[in-house]
Antibody
Framework: EVQLLESGGGFIQPGESLRLSCAASGFTFSTSGMSWVRQAPGKGLEWVSSISYNSEFTPYVDSVKGRFTISRDNSKNTVFLQMNSLRVEDTAVYYC???????????WGQGTLVTVSS | EIVLTQSPATLSLSPGERASLSCRASQSISSSLSWYQQKPGQAPRLLIFDASNRATGIPARFSGSGSGTDFTLTISSLESEDFAVYYCHQRSDWPLTFGGGTKVEIK
């Protein structure tokens, strides 16, 4: 059974940093592209970033470029999202998801809430 | 950026009725389209991938069609558990994008 378990969310002030983690199990993590997708309160889904299986390709949505960094540790079956210079508009539930462009996003974690507010 | 436009925004139907949800892409995405169902407080669930392929465990009442720029998700006979929000998603080009969603509500 595929499981994706996010952690690291919380309440944070504008300008601060946060690191999200996603522990994966139930599939061959080291050959799978992974993604982060967010959902602001009451809004739709927004793709944030993806990472190829070998970390060589890491695209981002324009609104987070230069502030967010996606990475992975295949030895620990974990993908990360380092979020710096957080803004109020980054407030959302952040979902870890299996898949990206080469394979459809087929499994989602339950999400972790990030609240940015002064 | 490929923009996905879903219509209608809200669909009010009764159990047993047929639902047709539309997703239109701003440029051709071949068949690189998925459909997801999301219920309140839950993560999205994959229903259809590559425009017309049902995901594992998805009931046969869900079907997808289309290619290029016009896509449809059809629910042949609505069950009570099908009332939810549905999103389309393209993985043809970066940035990956999602449609704005269609809410299927009980009439």
């Amino acid at each position: 059974e595929v499981q994706l378990l996010e952690s690291g969310g919380g309440f944070i002030q504008p300008g601060e940093s946060l690191r999200l983690s996603c522990a994966a199990s139930g599939f061959t993590f080291s050959t799978s592209g992974m993604s982060w997708v967010r959902q602001a309160p009451g809004k739709g889904l927004e793709w944030v970033s993806s990472i190829s299986y070998n970390s060589e390709f890491t695209p981002y949505v324009d609104s987070v470029k230069g502030r967010f960094t996606i990475s992975r540790d295949n030895s620990k079956n974990t993908v990360f999202l380092q979020m710096n210079s957080l803004r109020v508009e980054d407030t959302a539930v952040y979902y870890c998801a299996k898949g990206a462009m080469s394979r459809p996003i087929d499994y989602w974690g339950q999400g972790t809430l990030v609240t940015v507010s002064s | 950026e490929i923009v996905l436009t879903q219509s209608p925004a809200t669909l009010s139907l009764s159990p047993g009725e047929r639902a047709s949800l539309s997703c239109r892409a701003s440029q051709s995405i071949s068949s690189s389209l998925s459909w997801y169902q999301q219920k309140p407080g839950q993560a999205p669930r994959l229903l259809i991938f590559d425009a017309s392929n049902r995901a594992t465990g998805i009931p046969a009442r869900f079907s997808g069609s289309g290619s290029g720029t016009d896509f449809t998700l059809t629910i042949s006979s609505l069950e009570s558990e099908d009332f939810a929000v549905y999103y389309c998603h393209q993985r043809s080009d970066w940035p990956l994008t999602f449609g704005g969603g269609t809410k299927v509500e009980i009439k």
